[in-house]
């Protein structure tokens, strides 16, 4: 099936309000990967290891059980299933923050690395992929802390 066009309008034309859509939030593999394809375009990339695997299928086992054994509802087939793939809400670690540029990206205070050391003048990343593993709680609040102290690194500089 789908996941755009008719087939999904109807589907929750069938369904409506009884339809459920559920996310994991847990510690995977940190087995996704960034790199440049032709013309510098970024492609995002998940070899899931068996810890990434092993976390779905339990989280899945667990939510039929709630669903279908508690509920008494059914459980459709999941976006792996359907596409053969796999997607993340919240992809870190893209900009990972370090003590070098040759361990990560940017600086403690989002200040990026230049490759031979130093910083890029104005130049700052101030979010998710500064960190440098997955935290297993929603990212928001941490992504806003990352920030907060970055920004008030900047005012005391005098940025």
Same mark, same amino acid.
């Not at 700052?124 to 992504?143: E, H, K, Q, W």
């Given at each position: 099936?789908?996941?755009?066009?008719?087939?999904?309008?109807?589907?929750?034309?069938?369904?409506?309000? #009884?339809?459920?859509? &559920?996310?994991?939030? $847990?510690?995977? $593999?940190?087995?996704?990967? !960034?790199?440049?394809?032709?013309?510098?375009?970024?492609?995002?990339?998940?070899?899931?290891?068996?810890?990434?695997?092993? +976390?779905?299928?339990? =989280?899945? @086992?667990g939510?039929?059980?709630?669903? /279908?054994? $508690?509920?008494?509802?059914r459980m459709?087939?999941?976006? /792996? /299933? %359907?596409?053969?793939?796999?997607?993340?809400?919240?992809?870190?670690?893209?900009c990972?923050? @370090?003590?070098?540029? /040759?361990?990560?990206?940017?600086?403690?205070?989002? @200040?990026?690395?230049? =490759?031979?050391?130093?910083?890029?003048?104005?130049?700052?990343? +101030?979010?998710?992929?500064?960190?440098? =593993?997955? %935290?297993g !709680?929603?990212?928001?609040?941490?992504a806003?802390? !990352?920030?907060? #102290?970055?920004?008030?690194? +900047? !005012?005391? @500089?005098? &940025?």
């Amino acid at each position: 099936m789908r996941m755009f066009g008719l087939g999904p309008k109807h589907l929750m034309r069938k369904w409506g309000s #009884r339809l459920l859509h &559920v996310g994991v939030m $847990g510690i995977d $593999g940190m087995d996704g990967r !960034v790199t440049l394809g032709p013309g510098g375009v970024p492609t995002v990339s998940f070899d899931t290891d068996a810890r990434t695997r092993a +976390m779905w299928a339990a =989280a899945k @086992a667990g939510f039929r059980h709630v669903i /279908e054994d $508690g509920a008494g509802g059914r459980m459709l087939p999941s976006w /792996e /299933e %359907i596409r053969d793939d796999s997607f993340t809400i919240h992809p870190l670690g893209t900009c990972r923050m @370090a003590t070098s540029p /040759e361990l990560g990206v940017v600086r403690h205070d989002g @200040a990026v690395w230049k =490759a031979g050391g130093g910083v890029h003048e104005g130049l700052y990343v +101030m979010d998710t992929s500064t960190f440098s =593993a997955p %935290i297993g !709680v929603n990212t928001s609040l941490t992504a806003a802390a !990352v920030a907060e #102290r970055a920004c008030d690194l +900047m !005012v005391s @500089a005098g &940025v």
